[in-house]
């Protein structure tokens, strides 16, 4: 097939990863106002992995719906507001915003800006779009740093502060998976949403850090802080403690996601061991001083041990 990448260095600025995937094609253009390099150009199917503002997703969906067959919209599991409740699947109420013309990508507006870029994709391709609804993805070559950070904080040995309980459930999943079974759907000519976070066997978060620990052969001990310790002490979820939410926050419902629709369609996963492996190998590439996107400095994690260990009673 003839496939239409938008962003992930295939129709892009051109800014990063030029050196990635030599021998493909590389269109070079801006959503936001640039798409001659898609004029007059048919693909089998495009995958836009880069959609954020309903205005900018409609714009090349509509340009594209006269030269393409297929539109995957890679979407969030975001776009459900309510994450306190638990098993959410494709069927449940999508995040609406009161003036739907806001282009500020934010913590409030993430969610329900991807929900009006699927709904305009769909408008303007009824019929011919699949939206994949992801979690947390992760793997080699990501650039947020949230899951990178356990993995590189545990290979670095000794004792390693670690939010919550060992046991609290984790969703997530390997790029490459995701990938995998996008391209096998769009591949099928298939449409509609799917969650697309795993895995498909219960994972905790204490199984993560203890693959780390193998995959590195270090000398990590992990010392489990509560919530209310590090809210108290404002150390917040998913930024300064990646891959985390309290398990009776608002967001606890982010780790429950309904994806029997997605495995039935054949999504599959491989083992948590193999993605910390390959994270690891391509973390020991990248500069030691460079800067961090999520987590906190082993300077903050000294000073937050020692209060815990201090603390520790007058909490139990």
């Known amino acids: 097939m003839k496939i239409l990448i938008l962003g992930g260095t295939i129709f892009t600025r051109g800014r990063h990863h030029a050196d990635l995937f030599p021998n493909v094609e590389r269109l070079l253009g801006d959503r936001d106002g640039d798409l001659r390099a898609l004029e007059g150009r048919t693909w089998d199917a495009v995958i836009d992995t880069c959609g954020y503002v309903p ?7 509509r340009l594209l719906s006269r030269s393409v067959g297929h539109y995957t919209f890679i979407s969030t599991v975001s776009v459900y507001p309510d994450l306190t409740a638990e098993r959410i699947d494709e069927d449940s109420p999508l995040g609406t915003i009161a003036d739907p013309t806001i282009e500020k990508v934010d913590g409030e507006t993430y969610g329900p800006l991807k929900a009006l870029c699927e709904q305009a994709v769909q408008e303007e391709m009824p019929g011919r779009v699949l939206v994949p ?5 992760v793997g080699p070559h990501d650039p947020s740093d949230r899951f990178t950070y356990w993995i590189e904080r545990v290979a670095a040995g000794g004792e390693v502060l670690a939010p919550g309980r060992s046991g609290a459930a984790v969703q997530l999943i390997d790029a490459r998976d995701l990938a995998a079974w996008t391209l096998r759907m769009v591949h099928a000519g298939k449409t509609g949403a799917f969650n697309t976070t795993g895995p498909d ?35 917040s979820p998913w930024a300064d403690m990646p891959v985390w939410v309290p398990e009776g926050g608002d967001s606890r419902g982010i780790f429950a996601i309904d994806c029997r629709r997605a495995i039935a369609a054949g999504l599959s996963f491989r083992a948590i061991d193999e993605t910390v492996r390959d994270t690891l190998e391509w973390a020991c590439t990248l500069p030691i001083d460079r800067d961090r996107r999520a987590g906190i400095t082993r300077e903050r994690e000294a000073e937050l041990l020692a209060a815990w260990r201090a603390d520790t009673p007058a909490t139990a």
């Not at 205005?55 to 969906?61: K, P, W």
């Not at 850090?209 to 404002?234: G, N």
């Open 55 to 61: 205005r900018i997703a409609r714009a090349s969906a």
């Open 133 to 137: 609804r992801p979690g947390l993805i």
């Open 201 to 235: 066997r219960p994972l905790a978060f204490g199984d993560i850090l203890e693959s780390a620990k193998r995959a590195s052969r270090s000398d990590a001990r992990f010392t489990w802080v509560s919530a209310t310790f590090l809210e108290a002490h404002a150390v």
